[in-house]
């Protein structure tokens, strides 16, 4: 009866330990980056968490919840993103309701008052995240290539991407006319010209914010968030997304100094 009892708690710890494990089961790369700043402290974790609305039952299971810090899980690699987006133009930069300069500068403000609430799942495929926006429940759900095919980088200019669509922003390209050369449904129809949808604020829409916001961090992201190797990997980005992800080709692409190049 004892060995019975013994092996009855030890299946329920494995079943627990895999439950736990939820997140490194459902990917098969969790890499730690290097985190970037110094938000990894109560004070910074929970501005962040109540600022973007996490919620433990999104985040736990194997997802970082218990420990923010973590780079090689979720959450922390989340918070790396969070902090580039709002800090890439300096720490004594602006308060929440500062909405002056660059995207670089009020990008991050902008992510804070747009997404309702970020929630981490597993996700299926290659989409990197989907945001719920209009009359109901609102959210922005995080998949694993976000967190782990995207740089971090990539990461924070996906974050001011979803934020446009909370903003009721859908996109407007690739719609059968002249479709973009990447084909794809996150295509705008021009850099300038990218939102559509019931309650749509017209304008430049999400892929245009994102190409704007790397463009900026290319020549303006401070000595803590830009590397020389990170401004470079903005730069390209900022290209690849100018080059097949508007329906009307800007022909345009950016140098390193953030001079522009007519590619048409």
């Known amino acids: 009866m004892k060995k019975l009892i013994t092996l009855l708690l030890a299946a329920l710890f494995i079943f627990q330990l895999s439950f736990k494990l939820q997140a490194a089961t459902c990917t098969a790369v969790m890499t730690t980056e290097a985190r970037i700043g110094s938000w990894c402290n109560s004070h910074w974790v ?28 979720p959450l922390g690699r989340s918070m790396n993103a969070i902090y580039v987006v709002n800090y890439a133009d ?8 500062d909405f002056t300069g660059s995207i670089l500068h009020w990008g991050g403000n902008y992510t804070l008052r747009e997404i309702d609430e970020l929630d981490a799942r597993c996700g299926v495929g290659t989409k990197r995240a989907y945001t719920q926006w209009g009359w109901q429940d609102n959210y922005t ?19 001011v991407h979803e934020a ?47 190409a704007l916001w790397l463009w900026w961090f290319t020549v303006g992201s ?3 968030t830009g590397t020389l190797s990170r401004k470079a990997f903005a730069r390209d980005e900022a290209n690849r997304i100018f080059s097949t992800m508007f329906d009307v080709n800007p022909c345009i692409n950016i140098t390193s100094s953030g001079a522009v190049i007519s590619t048409c």
């Open 222 to 224: 401070d000595s803590i």
């Open 90 to 97: 300096g720490p004594a930069s602006k308060s929440t309701d």
């Open 46 to 73: 929970n501005y962040f968490w109540h600022a973007y609305d996490f919620d433990e039952a999104d985040w736990d299971n194997g997802f970082g919840y218990s420990n923010a810090c973590d780079t090689s899980r």
């Open 164 to 210: 446009r669509h909370a903003d009721w922003c859908g996109h407007n390209g690739n719609d059968g006319t002249n479709n973009c050369a990447a084909a794809s449904d996150s295509c705008d129809e021009s850099f300038d010209n990218g939102c559509s949808g019931i309650g749509s604020p017209g304008g430049r829409g999400a892929s245009g914010f994102q």
């Open 141 to 159: 759900r995080l998949y694993l290539p976000f967190f782990y095919t995207e740089n971090v980088i990539e990461r924070a200019a996906t974050l």
